[in-house]
C-alpha cells in the first residue's frame, strides 16, 4: 500500500511558477513510475508528465513541454512537478499517482492561475 500526499497548489499570476511535491509513505516508492495528472473544471483528467522508477526517462503532455518538469528523489520518497511560465489553462487539481495503472492515486492540489 502506498500513500501520497502533495502540497504546493495556490493561487498564481499568469507568467508565475509554482512547485508541487508529492511525498509517498512506505518503503517501495523507488519501485514505482510516477505521474503528475491534472483536471480541470468540466474535463477529464489528464496525465501532465510521468518519470520512471530510476528517475532515468521523462514524458510530458505537449502543452507543458518546455515549461514544466518532472524530478524524483527516492532516498525522500518524493516525486516533484516546477511548474514555470504558468498559464490560466494550467488552472486545476494536480493529482500525482503511482504505479502503471496508476494504482496509487493522492487527493490533489489545486492551482490557480489568474490572468
Known amino acids: 500500500q502506498v500513500q501520497l500526499v502533495e502540497s504546493g497548489g495556490g493561487l498564481v499570476q499568469a507568467g508565475g511558477s509554482l512547485r508541487l511535491s508529492c511525498v509517498a509513505s512506505?518503503?517501495?516508492?523507488?519501485?514505482?513510475?510516477m505521474g503528475w495528472f491534472r483536471q480541470a473544471p468540466g474535463k477529464q483528467r489528464e496525465r501532465v508528465a510521468r518519470i520512471t522508477s530510476d528517475g532515468g526517462t521523462t514524458n510530458y503532455v505537449d502543452s507543458v513541454k518546455g515549461r514544466f518538469t518532472i524530478s524524483r528523489v527516492n532516498a525522500k520518497n518524493t516525486v516533484y512537478l516546477q511548474m514555470n511560465s504558468l498559464k490560466p489553462e494550467d488552472t486545476a487539481v494536480y493529482y500525482c499517482?503511482?504505479?502503471?495503472?496508476?494504482?496509487?492515486w493522492g487527493k490533489g492540489t489545486l492551482v490557480t492561475v489568474s490572468s
Open positions: 499517482a503511482a504505479g502503471s495503472g496508476p494504482t496509487y
Open positions: 512506505g518503503r517501495t516508492f523507488s519501485s514505482y513510475a
